[in-house]
């Protein structure tokens, strides 16, 4: 068997040593993080104060997962959780149901950073630089090609065009183009 496989734990925790719990889990994901393979982390739990803790790390494949798993720092991972966590069921998936399958939760978190999107004024210049031309070039068209055509309907179908040329094509080339400088985080 090939693929991703995602390792699904049920933890108990104490409520009260939320803040300690979050800090182990982090130091894990880190650790995993500089293994080949790993492809995220996160957890859920039932509700705000449950004690059941849901929790899921990925591997690219059963190989990679294998090394994470018996490696000396997942060990001591693990004995640094002593008094702090009890497992109480572990399931391997494979495929997409890995992610979606229960539990369903009004908690749920990837432990890694959330990149911060760029300001505002940056997003707002890439999509310019390409809905500008590009409304030209479609106000250019609609006014050779169909002239006589009542405004509001000229608008609407150079919208209906432009709309999935913007979405799907354009601005994804755009954000890819200038990533360096939307990302650029100041000093």
């Known amino acids: ?39 995220g982390s996160g957890w859920v739990r039932p509700e705000p104060d449950s004690s059941e803790w849901h929790m899921l790390y990925r591997f690219s494949s059963q190989t990679s997962l294998e090394s994470w798993e018996s490696s000396p720092q997942r060990r001591w991972w693990l004995d640094s959780a002593q008094g702090l966590v009890d ?33 505002r004024w940056k997003q707002m210049t890439a999509i310019f630089i390409v809905f500008f031309p590009m409304s030209l070039i479609a106000n250019e068209l609609a006014r050779v090609y169909i002239p006589g055509w009542w405004l509001p309907a000229r608008v609407l179908l150079t919208v209906v065009v432009m709309m999935p040329l913007m979405t799907y094509v354009l601005l994804p080339w755009i954000t890819r183009l200038l990533s360096p400088w939307l990302n650029r985080q100041p000093r």
Do not use: C, K, Y
């Open 1 to 39: 068997m090939t693929g991703p496989v995602t390792v699904s734990i049920t933890r108990q925790v104490d409520p009260s040593q939320e803040d300690q719990m979050l800090a182990w889990l982090r130091a894990g994901t880190e650790l995993a993080e500089r293994f080949d393979g790993f492809l």
């Open 87 to 119: 497992e109480f069921s572990r399931e391997h998936r494979t495929g997409i149901e890995g992610w979606f399958d229960e539990p369903s939760s009004v908690d749920v978190q990837d432990l890694r950073p959330i990149p911060r999107p760029p300001p």
